[in-house]
C-alpha cells in the first residue's frame, strides 16, 4: 500500500480544507484495514486525528477534532478524506495518512505505508 495525502495550503482561522488520501500504489487496501490521519508540528509527536474502519466506515476522533472535523471514504477509489471546519491556528501541522493493517488503533506506531504528508498552516 502507498499512500500519497495532499490538499494542504495556507489558510486563515475559521476557514474550512478537505484533505486527501490516495492509495496509488501496487496492493489494495483489505476491508479489515484502519486508516488514519495523524498530524506532526514543529517539535510535537505525531498525534491521531482521526480514524476509520475501511469496510464498515466506522469513525473515530480525537477530542481536539469532535465537531470539526469528518472523516471519510470512497472505497472504490481508494481515497480517504479530511474535512476540517472552524480551522484555527493550532492545527497547524503536516498532515499524514496511514493505514494499521491490524485494525483500530490511535498509536502512530502501528500505522505503516505512510507517504508524504501534506502542510497546512492557519493563519490568526
Known amino acids: 500500500v502507498q499512500l500519497q495525502a495532499s490538499g494542504g495550503g495556507l489558510v486563515q482561522a475559521g476557514d474550512s480544507l478537505t484533505l486527501s488520501c490516495v492509495h496509488s500504489?501496487?496492493?489494495?487496501?483489505?476491508?479489515?484495514?484502519?486508516m488514519g490521519w495523524f498530524r506532526q508540528a514543529p517539535e510535537k509527536e505525531r498525534e491521531f486525528v482521526a480514524g476509520?474502519?475501511?469496510?464498515?466506515?466506522?469513525?473515530y476522533y480525537a477530542d481536539f477534532a469532535k465537531g470539526r472535523f469528518t472523516i471519510s471514504r470512497v472505497s472504490s477509489e481508494n481515497t480517504m478524506y479530511l474535512q476540517m471546519n472552524s480551522l484555527k491556528s493550532e492545527d497547524t501541522a503536516v498532515y499524514y495518512c496511514?493505514?494499521?493493517?491490524?485494525?483500530?488503533?490511535?498509536?502512530?506506531?502501528?500505522?505503516?505505508?505512510w507517504g508524504q504528508g501534506t502542510h497546512l498552516t492557519v493563519s490568526s
Open positions: 500504489g501496487p496492493g489494495r487496501i483489505f476491508s479489515s484495514s484502519f
Open positions: 496511514g493505514t494499521a493493517p491490524g485494525g483500530y488503533s490511535t498509536r502512530y506506531t502501528d500505522f505503516g505505508s
Open positions: 476509520i474502519r475501511w469496510g464498515s466506515g466506522n469513525r
